[in-house]
T-cell receptor, first 114, second 115 residues
Framework: AQSVTQLDSQVPVFEEAPVELRCNYS??????LFWYVQYPNQGLQLLLK??????LVESINGFEAEFNKSQTSFHLRKPSVHISDTAEYFCAVSEKGGSEKLVFGKGTKLTVNP | SQTIHQWPATLVQPVGSPLSLECTVE??????LYWYRQAAGRGLQLLFY??????ISSEVPQNLSASRPQDRQFILSSKKLLLSDSGFYLC??????????????FGPGTRLTVT
């Protein structure tokens, strides 16, 4: 069975600083990978996804994530964060050809300070 | 485009009372449907999922149940609520393998407080 580890439960940064949110997964088969963002008292929004092809995927608001098969990682990065990026971020994995479920990490709370 | 609705948005219920949360999806057919619970500091816990009408898979044995009476309607129920049922309940839909997608799309959630 697959699992997801988000190594940092909380990440505080200053505005305009770079940030990396770490995600590692465990699976015996090929996977699809996702990052979701959750603002307070809202549902989760899909931020970006890796299904196949280029290992570097980007979102429309400046985030990017790189699939590293050898390190079983899918870290999320942004070169310069804004106050509005303050939210909780969840990494998720699904096995190709497997059950139609996502396995989520426990989340990383990103706080951007002025 | 597809949209997902959940209601109510917030709910305060006494211990031992029944529960019914509803989720509906518009703009797609035969979606996979999911119920999650999010407790403070504990991430997302998958409770139930459904790949078709009347087909429900339970992930966590507890006093909750789910039903899918129509293609795009998913209901979460309980006969008697416990304090531990408090949390943020999220419904999600996905196209599933048949639709070529695995990503899930979430509703706005229901905040349940059991007192």
């Amino acid at each position: 069975a697959q699992s997801v580890t988000q190594l940092d439960s909380q990440v505080p940064v200053f505005e305009e600083a770079p940030v990396e949110l770490r995600c590692n997964y465990s699976s015996s088969v090929s996977v699809y990978l996702f990052w979701y963002v959750q603002y307070p008292n809202q549902g989760l929004q899909l931020l970006l996804k890796y299904l196949s092809g280029s290992t570097l995927v980007e979102s429309i608001n400046g985030f990017e994530a790189e699939f590293n098969k050898s390190q079983t990682s899918f870290h999320l990065r942004k070169p310069s964060v804004h106050i509005s990026d303050t939210a909780e971020y969840f990494c998720a994995v699904s096995e190709k050809g497997g059950s139609e479920k996502l396995v989520f990490g426990k989340g990383t709370k990103l706080t951007v300070n002025p | 485009s597809q949209t997902i609705h959940q209601w109510p948005a917030t709910l305060v219920q006494p211990v031992g009372s029944p529960l019914s949360l509803e989720c509906t999806v518009e703009g797609t057919s035969n979606p996979n449907l999911y119920w999650y619970r999010q407790a403070a500091g504990r991430g997302l816990q998958l409770l139930f999922y459904s790949v078709g009408i009347g087909q429900i898979s339970s992930e966590v044995p507890q006093n909750l149940s789910a039903s899918r009476p129509q293609d795009r309607q998913f209901i979460l129920s309980s006969k008697k609520l416990l304090l531990s049922d408090s949390g943020f309940y999220l419904c999600a839909w996905a196209l599933g393998q048949a639709g070529g997608g695995y990503e899930q799309y979430f509703g706005p959630g229901t905040r349940l407080t059991v007192t």
